[in-house]
């Protein structure tokens, strides 16, 4: 059974850090991308950052470029979002993300409950 | 950048066909997947690649995409597909994930 759980969220004043994790089970985790995508609250979704299977290949969305990091560590199956240099607006729901294929460009085909992070 | 537009709310009553669309410029070239998002739990993916239903997805749930509009179509609606519904489409311009502003179906 495919599972993925966040941590980290949390209330942060602006100008702070959070470090955000999503330990993965039940499935290989190198195999696949993995995404992060947010909700802020009473919105729709957004989405933040995406990670090939291997790590190497990145991409972010642009109000996040720059203040957000991806990561992930296959050994163990573990993905991360360093975020800095926060700002209210990113105050929201983070759900990870498991990408269909190895690939980015394939679809989200399942998400964890999300954390929620409030910049205040 | 590439937008999607979603209207913001699809009102049916139960047994009949939801039609919720997806606008975006010649979006018939690119691959369409739709999301479901029940309130206070988290998106299920119900459409990807336009009309492919990942196991578990009801045959109801059905998905085409044709020139500037990509559509979900949800047939015997029932109250259980009360939901915010989103589509999504990969942008390999800015190889940025684009998704609709989301639309609230209401099961009258």
């Known amino acids: 059974e495919v599972q993925l759980l966040e941590s980290g969220g949390g209330l942060v004043q602006p100008g702070g850090s959070l470090r955000l994790s999503c330990a993965a089970s039940g499935f290989t985790f190198s195999s696949f991308a993995m995404s992060w995508v947010r909700q802020a609250p009473g919105k729709g979704l957004e989405w933040v950052s995406v990670i090939s299977g291997s790590g190497e290949t990145i991409y972010y969305a642009n109000s996040v470029k720059g203040r957000l990091t991806i990561s992930r560590d296959n050994s163990k199956d573990t993905l991360s979002l360093q975020m800095s240099s926060l700002r209210v607006e990113d105050t929201a729901i983070y759900y990870c993300?498991?990408?269909?294929?190895?690939?980015?460009?394939?679809?989200?085909?399942?998400w964890g409950q999300g954390t929620l992070v409030t910049v205040s | 950048s590439y937008v999607l537009t979603q209207p913001p709310s699809v009102s049916v009553a139960p047994g009949k066909t939801a039609r919720i669309t997806c606008g975006g410029n010649?979006?018939?070239?690119?691959?369409v997947h739709w999301y479901q998002q029940r309130p206070g739990q988290a998106p299920v993916l119900v459409i990807y690649?336009?009309?492919d239903r990942p196991s578990g997805i009801p045959e109801r749930l059905s998905g085409s995409n044709s020139d500037n509009t990509a559509t979900l179509t949800i047939r015997r609606v029932e109250a259980g597909d009360e939901a915010d519904y989103y589509c999504q489409v990969w942008d390999s311009t800015t190889n940025h994930w684009v998704f609709g502003g989301g639309t609230k179906l209401t099961v009258l």
């Open positions: 690649y336009e009309t």
């Open positions: 010649n979006i018939g070239s690119k691959s």
């Open positions: 993300a498991k990408n269909f294929q190895r690939s980015p460009t394939t679809p989200t085909d399942f």
